[in-house]
């Protein structure tokens, strides 16, 4: 459901189905759901996940920290500073592990709010925690927008996995029409690094990627 390349009208149906099958579930298949959430990069989810991140720390701990750092995310200027004011006040355990993972993210979200072109910027900042998030707010506010598609091109060969993997992601998202260059990057990608680990821990979801675009162009 999160990767399906859906209509914006869809969106809220499916929101409702995940949350269901959320609470459904137990810790661990939990942990994975909020995961997935986050590529749904649908705001209407933001207060779902701050819901879960203010859990009293008896109920799933584990579980309040992925969900928080999956709302600082995808958290704009005002939803940045809503979680900094829930770190701020919190007085479990975890308010470190929730300072340490999400400074930068609500940093950068005050910082650049629902603008395009500054998290087109942000793709090529040092701090690999920024360039993530980038790749999640392009997802949110650039879907179909050919700028965005892209800048998010020209990091698929981003030297760090975790960056990759977003930007693959996010690439899927915002390309409702698919997109043949994406198409060739992934291929050269492949061409350029079978063989090496930095092609294999992406293999799979690179290339289903590619697969799904090249579908969609047709």
């Given at each position: ?25 137990e810790t661990v298949q939990r942990m994975q ?89 942000k793709l090529d900042d040092k701090d690999e ?73 992406i293999k799979d979801r690179a290339l289903a ?10």
């Open positions: 459901l999160a990767q399906i390349n859906r209509s914006d009208a869809e969106t809220p149906k499916i929101r409702e189905v995940i949350v269901k099958i959320y609470e459904g579930q759901i909020l995961r997935a959430m986050q590529h749904l990069y649908d705001p209407g989810l933001q207060p779902f996940l701050l819901g879960v991140a203010k859990a009293p720390e008896e109920e799933l701990p584990d579980i309040r920290v992925i969900a928080l750092n999956a709302y600082a995310m995808l958290a704009n200027k005002a939803e940045s500073a809503t979680a900094k004011v829930f770190i701020t006040g919190d007085k479990s355990p975890y308010k470190g592990t929730f300072e340490s993972q999400n400074a930068t993210l609500l940093k950068v979200g005050a910082e650049c709010d629902e603008a395009v072109a500054c998290w087109t910027k925690n920024v360039v993530r998030k980038a790749a999640y707010m392009l997802a949110r506010v650039g879907r179909n927008k050919p700028d965005v598609i892209k800048a998010l091109v020209s990091k698929l060969d981003h030297p760090k996995e975790l960056v990759r993997g977003d930007v693959l992601s996010a690439r899927d998202y915002v390309a409702i029409s698919g997109s043949p260059e994406a198409v060739a990057k992934i291929e050269a990608l492949r061409k350029a690094e079978e063989g090496r680990g930095s092609w294999s821990h990627t590619q697969a799904k675009l090249a579908a969609r162009g047709k």
